[in-house]
């Protein structure tokens, strides 16, 4: 019978008819090399592929995201493999749902680990999450490559097994940000924010990073993860807020960003938000016409825009989002496009950690960790399409641009992008110091 692999994107490809491919590589050498297409594979010590365990949010608060970063992800794969793979070996996605569920993320790392033999861990996004799967994950020595925003990962709250090079925290976020707010928007800002981790992340760096700037944040607002009803807390804005700052995820923040405009009617303060209230959501949508001239943090802009160079528009391309950033196929489906770049971005620097490495086994996992600990530069171009970056392997964290846009006319138009550089922080950690 017939063996029959999935690959990356789904297809399927035989064991036979692979099995003929090798027998006839190998009768004509380096002439078939040598032409267009052809993927190395043979040269490989193994030829079985490289399993990155992917954890991904099918199912609970995070579903829209785990929705494109799954797509993102088999992009990405396909293309490492049409390049060759990683050591001449296929890349091979391995997911399993963590309902974006703490408890189930620390289980679906041990089936990576202990059932599935995965080479890697890789994906996670909710902070929660992360913070119940990363201890597990350095119990089994799993590389695990975290695709979230939170601090969690560079203020040593982690180990060594667990990294995040692929995109930024949210104190590098709102460091960058907070001059911007500050000297246009308003110094007496009020904070929206949802009531765990990552919540708990923009209220003590952005309050910190607005002090610094000689700007002050009067109220903090923390709302449940729970809540689907957001009206009764907009009365606790103080009338002298400058500035209104939000940052709400999950399934209700199309609600969150109603209500807001209904409290406020048609004046309301300059409002600042983090573009995680409204991914996935189509700035068209009935009831957000009062976002028009309001501003927002992009990871990566969602639209366009007139002046994107070729390794943006080969982006968007290979993971197949028109110029709104919804899907090709469908408008309707809009993408969490400040995110899931991430996700791309995040597999190849796995990719060029293992060949720095010389990955070939589950034994090699500590030569990855210290490759890619000795990264620095990450230049723009088409495997970090969202701009240049700069890694720090003592804290495992990676800095990079960030992205202001104002709502004009129904799109995000950018209006100012920062600098690795202006994210920068000292040090809380070095992991090179740990033992594995």
Known sequence: MTEVKKTAAGGAISRRTALKGLAAAGATGAGLG????????IQAQSSAPIKVGFQVHRTGIGAAYGRWYDRTTLAAADLINEMGGIN????EIVAEDDGTDPKRGAEVVEKFASQLGCDVGFGTLFSHVVMGSAPRAGELKLPYFVVSEGHHVASGA????????GICDVKSQVLAMAPFVSKNLGKKATMIFPDYAFGHDHRDFFTAAMEAQGAEVIKHIAIPPTETSYSKYFPQIPRETEVLYHVMVGPGVLTFVKELGEFFGPSHPPIFGFLDSLEAVDLNSPGLEFLDGTYFWEGMPRYLQSDAPDPVKFYRDRVGVDDNGASASDPKDVSTFAHMFGCWETLFVMKKGMEAAG???TADRQKLIEAVEAMEEMPFGDEHPQGRKVFNGKTHQVFGPQYISKVEGGKLVVQAETTAEDSFYPDEVDYTTQSF
Do not use: D, E, H, S
């Open 34 to 41: 040598a032409m267009p297409g052809f993927v190395p594979y």
């Open 88 to 91: 001449g070996r296929p890349v």
């Open 158 to 165: 982690l180990n060594r097994w667990t990294i995040q090079p």
């Open 359 to 361: 990955y070939q086994t």
